[in-house]
């Protein structure tokens, strides 16, 4: 398995999209440019993103999310009992189209299968796929609710959803799923709510369950890590991927607290800045990892999605994240 060897290299998400491919979509929203060539051209985008992944020696990879906008609004489109609201505010100049239920949720077509089979067969024998979904907690806590008026059932419904997209995946032969989860590390009172969603989400979906299934990780950013830890540890995935050096290590001293006793995969490279990191630099930055886990724990990946940067600087960070994890192979193994 690629995931054996020491330090294996994935992506968290998302990818620079080829400037053409924007103006594809663009050109499809107005009525100039047909469904099916819009769909040549996000396969077209997803075979380049492949191979820019396995060119920046990436062990576990993505189809860089081509087809998908953003990370909430995917999947309401596609969950009966949505709709929008006009575009809200991320963060900086970042917008997202905030989506509402406005009636029960309904049970999906397939969402994600035809997205990792094509991914699967564009990547090179001796590369994993790993497959990310949008988590019940954040597809609640980004929406509004004007139908379920409780907060747990609305998350519970969404947890059998995306537990069923799951069992699509891992059928179809996905082995590494990541489930998205940023509203965590913002809301920590909720913490207790997140684990009994994800207990749904990957029931019957374990590695000790499902014969395909390799990993259920976890990501988890732009929060404070020490108000949900160590309560994250009792949510049932195999691995928590979480963002450290644009919080400059903020919680390394929190996480040697306790045992951490599940593999982390560790963000070692800034997404917020367009300087590309030094291959020594991101040893030094992975090495912080150690201060509360062994390097059997360790996998290597950068903080988030890498989607806002230039493609040339998402390469070159991926690159020598790649370079980096080599080195310390051959000074760990």
């Known amino acids: 398995m690629v995931h054996d060897k020491l330090f294996p290299t994935t992506v968290i998400g998302s990818h620079p999209k080829p400037k053409w491919l924007n103006k594809v979509r663009k050109l499809n929203e107005e009525g100039e ?3 099916e060539r819009l769909e040549e051209a996000m396969d077209d985008a997803a075979r380049i993103v492949v191979d820019e992944h396995e060119r920046a020696g990436i062990d576990i990879l993505g189809d860089g999310e081509m087809r998908r906008e953003e990370m909430v609004e995917y999947f309401a489109h596609r969950i009966p009992g949505y709709e929008f609201n006009g575009p809200v505010r991320v963060w900086g100049n970042n917008y997202f189209e905030k989506p509402s239920v406005v009636e029960e949720l309904g ?4 969402m994600l299968v035809d997205e990792f089979e094509f991914t699967r067969r564009a990547a090179n024998e001796g590369h994993g796929v790993k497959v990310p979904i949008t988590g019940p907690y954040t597809l609640y806590d980004w929406s509004f609710d004007e139908v379920y ?3 747990r059932e609305l998350i519970m419904r969404l947890a059998e959803i995306v537990n069923d997209e ?3 995946l891992a059928d179809a032969g996905a082995r590494y799923i990541q489930i998205d989860e940023p509203a965590l590390s913002v809301r920590p009172d909720d913490i207790d709510l997140v684990i009994e969603a994800t207990e749904k989400v990957v029931e019957g979906v374990t590695k000790e369950e499902h014969e395909n299934i390799e990993r259920q990780i976890m990501h988890v950013c732009y929060g404070d890590y020490s108000a949900i830890y160590p309560r994250m540890l009792d949510i049932p995935v195999d691995q928590f991927s979480l963002e450290f050096v644009n919080q400059d290590f903020a919680h390394i ?8 006793d599940k593999e982390i ?3 070692c490279v800034d997404i917020h800045d367009r300087d590309v990191e030094s291959v020594e630099e991101i040893k030094e930055n992975i090495e912080h990892a150690f201060d509360f886990v062994d390097p059997e724990q360790v996998w290597v990946n950068p903080d988030c999605g890498i989607k806002l940067l230039p493609r040339d600087v998402a390469f070159g960070k991926l690159e020598n994240m790649s370079k980096a994890a080599e080195e310390l192979r051959a000074e760990y193994e």
Not at 107 to 110: E, L
Not at 253 to 260: G, I, K, R, W
């Open 253 to 260: 001293d929190t996480f040697a607290e306790h045992d951490f």
């Open 33 to 35: 440019f047909s469904d």
């Open 166 to 168: 799951i069992h699509r």
């Open 149 to 151: 008026g409780d907060d």
């Open 107 to 110: 049970d999906p077509d397939p």
């Open 265 to 267: 995969g560790f963000g």
